[in-house]
């Protein structure tokens, strides 16, 4: 089969198109035909500095098709069902192997470019915003990266559990996309001083609720723009920057610092089935995902390098 693999850790331009041995199936998993690759900003992380568990190393998460050989253990997926389904790596090639645990069924008629974008970002924002950020109806959120795959699912999320939704973005442009998905106000991080804007839309109360899979310098902003009792839900790592913060200011407001990891939890029936739930959502219209662009796999260096250039809005495919 093909793929785009890599043989050391670096830029974009380490990604290599390539034949490799086709996978082997394990009894307990299936193997896919991949038909879309959603490229997760793991992805791009793991390619920079991560561990190659392989040699060469098949980088990526999240892909969705068609199941074409089944484990002997496994009774709940069959031969010629569709699937989008989440694994430690191996997204970017034509043939992916992969735990029946880890596959979610796609219902009949759904876009599977779709499906493929939905498990980690809308499992991640769903989780930052209810279980561990404890949203409720009436309350403010502050959604950074907002453009970001986390960003647009918990943009929807929070606006259809009756919050008020700000977000951030790089351009005035990336910000007037995200109002069709529920954002009420947004925030230009290159322009603007998010806290201090924040402050300002909220008439000095600061928000409720932040999500940030930005950190770095961006956790900064995102704890100074809390109010009282305020809750940070913080997930990943987006800035590549490291993670030095006040976190002083926590106690006078009790305020609180959440790390949210959707990959701790995914095994669990909890977010399992509330996976499966969002992808059922988005079939049947109630929740969005928004595509940037589709590369060719061949050109998955291209589609790394359109990533980390921030120019793209919702998430950015690879078809095999």
Known sequence: MKAAVYYENGPPSVLKYEDVPDPTLHPKGVIIRVEAVSIEGGDTLNRGRGAL???PHIVGYQAAGEIVAVGAEVEHLRIGQKVTTVDGFGSHA?????????CWVIPDGMDVRQAAAIPVPFGTAHDCLFEFGRLKAGETVLVQAGASGVGIAAIQLAKQA?????ATASSDERLEKLKPYG???GINYARDDVAKAVMKLTDNKGVNLVVDSV???TLQGSLNSLGYRGRVSMVGAAGREPMVVDVGGLMGGNRSLSGVFLGAEIMTDRVHDNIQRLIEDVASGRLKVLLDRSFPLSEAAAAHDWIESRQAVGRVLLIP
Do not use: H, I, K
């Open 53 to 55: 568990a392989t040699r």
């Open 94 to 102: 034509e043939l992916r192997p992969v735990p029946a645990r880890n």
């Open 162 to 166: 009756g919050a008020r939704v700000l």
């Open 183 to 185: 954002m009420d106000e």
């Open 215 to 217: 950190g770095g310098s």
